[in-house]
């Protein structure tokens, strides 16, 4: 049982004759960890939102475990953790309400993501880069999260905050047998975190 | 001397507009009866001490004719502007809301009112409607929806693009939730500025269609009918008829459009710099 993307095609609207993906297929198991690469516009990203369920493909489908994604209700098993994690947050809503909207908070979640219970009562602004990004990925971890998808989460930080997100993000996923999907240029963070590392060729 | 903050002045302004504009509305009740009152004894007075704004061939105060003129005016702008932004807010939510189909139609009905001029609009609803109040409320009601509605369509469509909605809708959180979290909070600064924006507008094409004969009956005591009357009398050097009144339209305007543009800053300091 897998989350898996059959022979799906996508293009933007306006953009039908020009799909930025082609007949693409790929399954990521329970537990696994599966690196995709490419260049930048190569659909990466769109990859991504189609696998979270953002968008719908033009042909193919998304399934997780058997059933199609866009047939699931409630709480989503495959949550994204964006490249910019100040757009993922609501800007006028304090850290705290955000992170109770998706369910009861874990305190021994946020301390192992060194999330301080003060920065519950701050708005997003008040938070850093690398900050922001500890907890959104405290909210994508629900009890009822299977897979996810990591977008680029931790081109735009420090060397020392990306050992603390890679290191808890694997033991975490080891532990829950998560099955991730981590887009990256970097070659050698996908080597280091991923058990298989896929291309994405132009068109493809 | 301690500096007040920007934000600080611009909520005494509030305060301060808020409260003449309503003081404006409610001397403007209270002198209704008195300056309907005719006494040919003093007909055509220039400005005096006794009588500010002169009176005119009827003998009728001219100030209270204006008090209650501004009064009508902004309780005219208020109905208007409300029902406005209530007409934008449901068409705004229902094209980024309900689909394509619904989006075309709304944003061709939104296309058309903006493609006729606001004025001629009015009066030919005002028309439509059998003039008076219940004509002009009508007509300066249903031509001055479409800006505030194509502003809430795009703040809606960009918010549901957003990826913190995508990513509350995929925690499982609630539309109504949402809704009342995410996007009221975002959107009402736009909204309540569009709003107060509204009235300015509102209170201009009212007094200029009933300025034109297609508003409100010439009894009633609007700036609109006061302008049209003086309009005889000012070759025969009655200039304060039209001035007085004229300029207090002007200034009544001016402190909506000055409120609107403070509302703006207080809610939303980011706009300031764009």
Redesign the interface.
């Known amino acids: 049982m897998s989350l898996e993307a059959s022979h799906v095609t996508f293009a933007y609207r306006g953009r039908r004759k020009h799909p930025i993906l082609q007949d693409v297929s790929l399954q990521i198991a329970p537990g696994e960890r599966v690196g995709l690469k490419a260049p930048s516009g190569r659909g990466k990203t769109t990859l991504c939102r189609l696998l979270?369920?953002?968008e719908k493909p033009l042909s193919g489908q998304v399934l997780l475990e058997g059933k199609p994604l866009s047939s699931i209700r409630?709480?989503?098993p495959?949550?994204?953790i964006?490249q910019?994690p100040e757009?993922?947050?609501?800007p006028?809503?304090r850290l705290g309400?955000?992170l109770r909207?998706?369910?009861p908070i874990d305190p021994t979640l946020l301390t192992q993501l060194h999330i301080q219970e003060a920065w519950l009562e701050r708005y997003p602004a008040e938070l850093s880069g690398g900050e922001l990004q500890r907890f959104?990925l405290a909210?994508?971890l629900?009890p009822s999260t299977r897979y996810l998808l990591c977008d680029e989460i931790s081109a735009m930080l420090d060397l020392v905050t990306q050992a603390q997100i890679w290191q808890f993000l694997l033991k975490t996923a080891e532990e829950r047998r998560l099955g991730l999907l981590v887009v990256s240029h970097s070659e050698a963070l996908l080597e280091r975190v991923c058990t298989r590392v896929i291309g994405l060729a132009e068109g493809m | 001397m301690k500096r007040q903050n920007s934000r600080k002045s611009t909520l005494l302004f509030l305060g301060v507009t808020v409260f003449l504009l309503l003081f404006l509305v409610v001397i403007g009740l209270g002198v209704e009866e008195e300056a309907t009152v005719t006494d040919f004894t003093r007909t055509n007075l220039a400005p005096s001490l006794r009588y500010p704004f002169g009176t005119d061939w009827m003998g009728r105060d001219m100030f209270l004719r204006t008090l209650a003129g501004l009064s009508l005016s902004i309780r005219i702008g208020l109905l208007t502007a409300g029902v406005s932004a209530v007409v934008a807010l449901l068409l705004g939510v229902a094209a980024a809301t309900l689909g394509p189909r619904v989006d075309g139609c709304i944003s061709w009905c939104i296309d058309l009112v903006m493609g006729i001029p606001h004025i001629l609009l009015v009066m030919l609803i005002s028309i439509a409607c059998g003039r008076g109040f219940v004509g002009v409320v009508t007509g300066v009601a249903l031509s001055h929806w479409t800006s505030l509605a194509r502003l809430v369509r795009g703040e809606i469509l960009q918010l549901r693009q957003a990826p913190y909605m995508l990513a509350a809708e995929k925690l499982g959180v609630s539309r109504f939730r949402q809704a009342r979290l995410h996007m009221l909070p975002h959107i009402l600064p736009q909204f309540l500025t569009g709003l107060v924006l509204l009235f300015p507008h509102a209170i201009l094409h009212e007094a200029s269609v009933t300025f034109l004969g297609f508003g409100l009956a010439s009894e009633q005591p609007a700036i609109g009918v006061i302008l049209s009357e003086s309009m005889r009398y000012l070759t025969t050097g009655k200039w304060w008829l039209a001035l007085f009144p004229g300029l207090a339209l002007v200034l009544v305007v001016i402190l909506f459009a000055l409120l609107g543009d403070r509302l703006r800053r207080w809610l939303d300091p980011a706009s300031v710099h764009a």
């Open positions: 979270a369920g953002y409630g709480a989503c495959v949550q994204m964006w910019h757009t993922a947050v609501d006028l809503l309400d955000t909207e998706a369910g959104c909210r994508a629900q």
